[in-house]
Every structure is written in C-alpha cells, then in structure tokens.
C-alpha cells in the first residue's frame, strides 16, 4: 500500500498569513501514461462532510476560494492557503489515487494562532 | 443538490452484525462508482470498498470476508452489510461518490457512526 505521510500534525497561523501543509508519498504517484499525479486534498470541518479542495495535485474544484493551491509531483506535494481565513480553520488530508487501496495520509490540522 | 445520507450506524456486540445505507440524490447515481470510507480513533482515514456501477465490489484486506457492499441502481442506494464486528472497525462511515474510473472522491456524506464493543 502507498503510504501518504503529512506534516506538520498541526499549526497555528494569523490571520492572514500564509498556510503550508506537506503530504509525501512511498511511492510515485505520477501516472507516466496519463501525464498526471493522482493526489487529492481534502479540507473536513467537525459536523460537515469532507470537501475535495484540489485534485491531480494542483487542480482546484470549482468554487474553491483561490487562495487554495496544491503544488508538486511524483513523490512530494504541498498544499498552501495563502491567507489564511477564518473559515480555514479544518482538518486537511492528502489522498492517493493512484493505485489500490487508495490511501489518506494522517491529517493536518489548521487553527488560528 | 449532489446529496448523499448515510444511516444504520449504531451500537453492536462485538461479533455482530450491522447494515449501512445511503441514499444518493442530485446526480444520476448509476453512472458513478460508489466507495465506503471510515475515520477511525484519531482522524485517520481508511478505505472500506468500492463499488462499480454494475455491481462488482472490492474490498481493503482488513474487512474482505466480513463486509458485503452492494447497491440499488434503481433506488440510488448503497448499502454495507457488516457481520463478525470487532472494536477495530468502531468509527464514523462515510459514503463517498468516486469520480468516473478513479478512486477520487467527489462527494462525501456526513457519516454515520459505528461502535462495537463488548
């Protein structure tokens, strides 16, 4: 199975202030024939179901707010809100597509310092 | 609205048996592949099964053998049939929309919550 590792577990960002959350994975996740990374991000607010952010890594899903962006490839991928919202405050997870069992990693959580 | 609402979780001896549904609106649900994921003690995320628009199921190797998922094209349903229960698979069970060919999940229900214990 393709393990997905995020850090940091949490952290704490004014207001405003950029966000930065790392998802690697044990293996590739860049598909060669179809040009593209199978790695999907994921924001989960307590009570709401979890909502797709982006997806093949840096594709964001429509009426996701553009200071969302997913960046990277093959192995190592970011997720960054470049101004952090109240509204921001969540739990984020990577997801691989990739291969089967699609796996998760751990989760990040994002609080306001 | 893409809607999906999960329900039958509850409480379960260990060793029992417990069946989810979820009910699927605002898409046309025969068209899609349809997935169980649970959250577990911590947050963690951890595939369940997948399901293909005609039927066939697929299962992660914690519950092949005890889970049986299975839909309803004609009521847009799916269901989860879980049997021989440990505290292992005590957590909250999301029904989730795969987008067409993949494992990226589109659309997640809230959940409904499983505890088994003794």
């Known amino acids: 199975d393709i393990v997905l590792t995020q850090s940091p577990d949490s952290l704490a960002v004014s207001l405003g202030e950029r966000a930065t959350i790392n998802c690697k994975s044990s293996?590739?996740?860049?598909?060669?024939?179809?040009?593209?990374?199978?790695l999907s991000w994921y924001q989960h607010k307590p009570g709401q179901p979890p909502r797709l952010l982006i997806s093949?890594?840096?594709t964001r899903e429509s009426g996701v707010p553009d200071r969302f962006s997913g960046s990277g490839s093959g192995t190592h991928f970011t997720l960054t809100i470049s101004s952090l919202q109240a509204e921001d405050v969540a739990i984020y997870f990577c997801?691989?597509?990739?291969?089967?069992?699609?796996?998760f990693g751990g989760g990040t959580k994002v609080e306001i310092k | 609205e893409v809607q999906l609402v999960e329900s039958g979780g509850g409480w379960v001896q260990t060793g029992g048996s417990l069946r989810l549904s979820c009910a699927a609106s605002?898409?046309?649900?025969?068209?899609?592949?349809m997935h169980w994921v649970r959250q577990v003690t911590g947050n963690r995320l951890e595939w369940v099964s997948g399901?293909?628009?005609?039927?066939?199921?697929y299962y992660s190797d914690s519950v092949r053998g005890r889970f049986t998922a299975s839909r309803d094209n004609a009521n847009n349903s799916l269901y989860l049939q879980m049997s021989s229960l440990t505290a292992g698979d005590t957590a909250q069970y999301y029904c989730?929309?795969?987008?067409?060919?993949?494992?990226?999940?589109?659309?997640w229900g809230k959940g409904t919550t499983v505890t088994v214990s003794s």
């Open positions: 605002g898409f046309t649900f025969s068209n899609y592949d």
């Open positions: 293996q590739t996740v860049f598909h060669f024939t179809k040009r593209k990374n199978f």
């Open positions: 093949w890594a840096s």
């Open positions: 997801q691989q597509y990739d291969s089967t069992p699609p796996t």
């Open positions: 989730v929309r795969a987008s067409s060919g993949t494992y990226l999940m589109d659309v």
């Open positions: 399901t293909g628009t005609s039927g066939d199921s």
